[in-house]
T-cell receptor, first 114, second 113 residues
Framework: KNQVEQSPQSLIILEGKNCTLQ??????????LRWYKQDTGRGPVSLTI?????NTKSNGRYTATLDADTKQSSLHITASQLSDSASYIC?????????????FGRGTQLTVWP | EADIYQTPRYLVIGTGKKITLECSQT?????MYWYQQDPGMELHLIHY???????EKGDLSSESTVSRIRTEHFPLTLESARPSHTSQYLC????????????FGPGTRLTVL
């Protein structure tokens, strides 16, 4: 069964600290993995996208890694800010059909305290 | 500026009412999607459309219906709302394959009493 599992479910850190969020997937075949940030009451916004051949991709203070062999991805946030408080969702796309489909994780709820 | 709009943003209604959630986009994207999201849970696809006059049911069984008469509009209708329909509804658009990414609207928070 194709699944996307994220950990931890929730995380609280102090402003300025770093943190790493995990995403494990069993989706096969694999096309790409995308991390989204979803602020409370808003729709998700894409942070990074990674394909099979990519190991690392950065977007400002956000750095995503992908290990396609172990089917694991992480999102590292450096020097956290209060505005980083949000849910971070891992989404994996397969290529099993002409147009593929998306598999969503439940998200990690990050809270940054001052 | 190209964007996705959802109205209303918040809606509280009584059981049995008919409601329509609006989604419109100015990006000209051919593909549009409706997702249902409960707190702490993953997004579930309930409807999608690959273009005008094309609509399909998603993975999650839903008592809602959709229409796609124009590229820019993809409204979702509940004929008779029930408390089990209480949820957040997200509209998304996409151009081309999933590698291009989906763009999400701000969502509609629906509460059925």
């Amino acid at each position: 069964k194709n699944q996307v599992e994220q950990s931890p479910q929730s995380l609280i850190i102090l402003e300025g600290k770093n943190c790493t969020l995990q995403c494990n997937y069993t989706v096969s075949p694999f096309s790409n993995l995308r991390w989204y940030k979803q602020d409370t009451g808003r729709g998700p916004v894409s942070l990074t996208i990674m394909t099979f051949s990519e190991n690392t991709k950065s977007n400002g203070r956000y750095t995503a890694t992908l290990d396609a062999d172990t089917k694991q991805s992480s999102l590292h946030i450096t020097a956290s800010q209060l505005s980083d408080s949000a849910s971070y969702i891992c989404v994996v796309s397969d290529r099993g059909s002409t147009l593929g489909r998306l598999y969503f994780g439940r998200g990690t709820q990050l809270t940054v305290w001052p | 500026e190209a964007d996705i709009y959802q109205t209303p943003r918040y809606l509280v209604i009584g059981t049995g009412k008919k409601i329509t959630l609006e989604c419109s986009q100015t990006m000209g994207h051919d593909k549009m999607y409706w997702y249902q999201q409960d707190p702490g849970m993953e997004l579930h696809l309930i409807h999608y459309s690959y273009g005008v006059n094309s609509t399909e049911k998603g993975d999650l069984s839903s008592e809602s219906t959709v229409s796609r008469i124009r590229t820019e509009h993809f409204p979702l209708t509940l004929e008779s709302a029930r408390p089990s329909h209480t949820s957040q509804y997200l509209c998304a658009t996409q151009v081309g394959s999933f590698s291009r990414g989906q763009f999400f609207g701000p969502g509609t928070r629906l509460t059925v009493l």
